[in-house]
């Protein structure tokens, strides 16, 4: 199994506070993912990473913003949680090389957030 | 806008039958993902398909790709149990930029 963790796993939190969701990997990938699944929307890029301090946005980045200061940590800060951010929020990580260039993702645990 | 359609949404077949999941994309892309994913579980990669008409296998499951058409299949053959899952298909956002997009999934139901 590809190394990764994600911090916290369940964090239960009220409306209008800062939340951060840590996700690391020791697989020494170049491109980090945070993804939100909900019912009947799959999974939603929210941000992206494809290297140390350069990030992307995804489809649903709005309130969110993320951080990559080491190639292992990438972390994903709601500014101030809704509860409309109520979610499963995923990480994941990729590279090109191993598979041919195949860019494959490989996903973490997830983390449950719930915004009161 | 690069969409990414499954369907079914929702499967309840029969243990020892066949069926096929199909993943349509709206713009061209070389490269198809599948992942199921397990209840409360995280999504586990099953095939990776990077030409037009590749085919992989893996067990019971058989996915293809046809980039002319923008169409993937997830073929099951004599459906288990063990197979019950979410299946979801992803595809590159576009050449160079390895953001990805996913199908909602389906939500296979393998009944005994």
């Known amino acids: 199994d590809a190394g990764i963790t994600q911090s916290p796993r369940h964090k239960v939190t009220e409306t209008g506070t800062p939340v951060t969701l840590r996700c690391h990997q020791t697989?020494?990938?170049?491109?980090m993912y945070w993804y939100r699944q909900d019912p009947g929307h799959g999974l939603r890029l929210i941000h992206y990473?494809?290297?140390?301090?350069?990030?992307d946005k995804g489809e649903v980045s709005d309130g969110y913003s993320v951080s990559r200061s080491k190639t292992e940590d990438f972390l994903l800060t709601l500014e101030s949680a809704t509860s409309s951010q109520t979610s499963v929020y995923f990480c994941?990580?990729?590279?090109?090389?191993?598979?041919?260039?195949?860019?494959?993702?490989?996903f973490g645990p997830g983390t449950r957030l719930t915004v009161t | 806008e690069l969409k990414v359609e499954q369907n079914p949404l929702f499967l309840s077949m029969q243990e020892g039958k066949n069926y096929t999941i199909y993943c349509n994309y709206s713009?061209?892309?070389?490269?198809l993902y599948w992942y199921r994913q397990d209840p409360g579980k995280s999504l586990e990669s099953l095939f990776v398909?990077?030409?037009?008409?590749a085919v992989k296998q893996e067990g019971r499951l058989m996915a293809s790709l046809d980039t002319k058409a923008r169409l993937s299949t997830l073929h099951i053959t004599a459906a288990v149990h063990d197979l019950s899952a979410t299946y979801f298909c992803?595809?590159?956002?576009?050449?160079?930029?390895?953001?990805?997009?996913f199908g909602t999934g389906t939500r296979l139901k393998v009944l005994a």
């Open positions: 994941a990580i990729s590279e090109s090389g191993g598979r041919s260039y195949s860019y494959e993702q490989y």
């Open positions: 990473s494809y290297g140390v301090k350069d990030t």
């Open positions: 697989e020494n990938h170049r491109y």
């Open positions: 992803a595809v590159d956002r576009a050449s160079g930029t390895y953001k990805y997009i």
């Open positions: 398909l990077l030409s037009n008409g």
């Open positions: 713009t061209t892309s070389d490269r």
